[in-house]
């Protein structure tokens, strides 16, 4: 597949590299190419471009940038070139405030979540939440203790879904599919309780799994 990734952090190079490893086509768009000279470096196949490039580029998209410009990065890659596309939502809705005893800020409610206001903002998009309630370094090949770790997804539309699903699959996790994007409101705070150990005693290395009865 053909995949345009919006954004040029951690997460946007981590998921490049795994898209990468699986075959697929890879155009990252940023507004500073040069942030990204050391990662080109070491992976040539993968084209460095504008944000709207990388959105014309995918067939599946990936959003990943800082949570409060999140709709600003989707309006500067141009809404058109996200018409009818998958969009893979890493993003969380984290305020500019400091956390509260290692418990992060949201911006949203918890009757809402970004996932939602990116859905409200850009209908024609199939956005799906996904690897937002995981640190970047795990979300390729993630090796724990106890087998793969769960990767809690949601959107609107079913078959997009599947298609982040097989994604998430290919890059070793299991998939718990949560339902439409309401389920938003209960998968980004997710991202508040993977960073408590981190935030609190420095602990960054673990995952999430749904364990059903044996
Ligand atoms: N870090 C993690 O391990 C992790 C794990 C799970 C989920 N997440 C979530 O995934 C998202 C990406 O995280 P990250 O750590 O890779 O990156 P980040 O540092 O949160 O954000 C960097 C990206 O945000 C873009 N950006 C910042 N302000 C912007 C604006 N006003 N308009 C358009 N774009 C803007 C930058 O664009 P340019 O490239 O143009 O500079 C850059 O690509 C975040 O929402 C984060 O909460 C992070």
Redesign the pocket.
């Known amino acids: 597949m053909k995949i345009g990734i919006?954004?040029?952090?951690?997460?946007?190079?981590s998921l490049a590299g795994g898209f990468l490893k699986n075959g697929h086509e890879v155009t990252l768009g940023?507004?500073?190419p040069a942030?990204l000279a050391d990662w080109q470096g070491k992976n040539p196949k993968a084209r460095i471009a504008s944000?709207a490039e990388a959105a014309a580029f995918g067939e599946v998209l990936v959003l990943?940038?800082?949570?409060h410009?999140?709709i600003?990065?989707v309006k500067?890659a141009g809404v058109k070139n996200f018409d009818g596309k998958t969009v893979i939502d890493?993003?969380?809705p984290?305020a500019d405030k400091p956390p509260v005893d290692g418990v992060l800020q949201f911006f949203t409610s918890g009757g809402d979540s970004l996932l939602e206001q990116l859905q409200r903002e850009f209908p024609n998009a199939k956005f799906v939440k996904a690897?937002?309630?995981?640190?970047?370094?795990f979300m390729v090949d993630p090796k724990f203790q106890n087998g793969p770790p769960t990767m809690f997804i949601c959107g609107n539309d079913a078959a997009a879904r599947k298609t982040v699903a097989g994604i998430a699959e290919s890059f070793g996790w299991d998939v718990a599919d949560m339902g439409t994007a309401t389920a938003a409101r209960a998968i980004e705070p997710l991202?508040m309780l993977w960073c408590i150990p981190g935030l609190a005693r420095n602990e960054w290395s673990h995952a999430f799994k749904l364990l059903k009865p044996a």
Do not use: E, L, M
């Open positions: 919006i954004g040029s952090g951690v997460v946007a190079q940023t507004s500073s942030k944000s990943a940038v800082k949570g410009a999140a600003a990065a500067a890493t993003n969380n984290i690897f937002n309630s995981v640190g970047s370094a991202c």
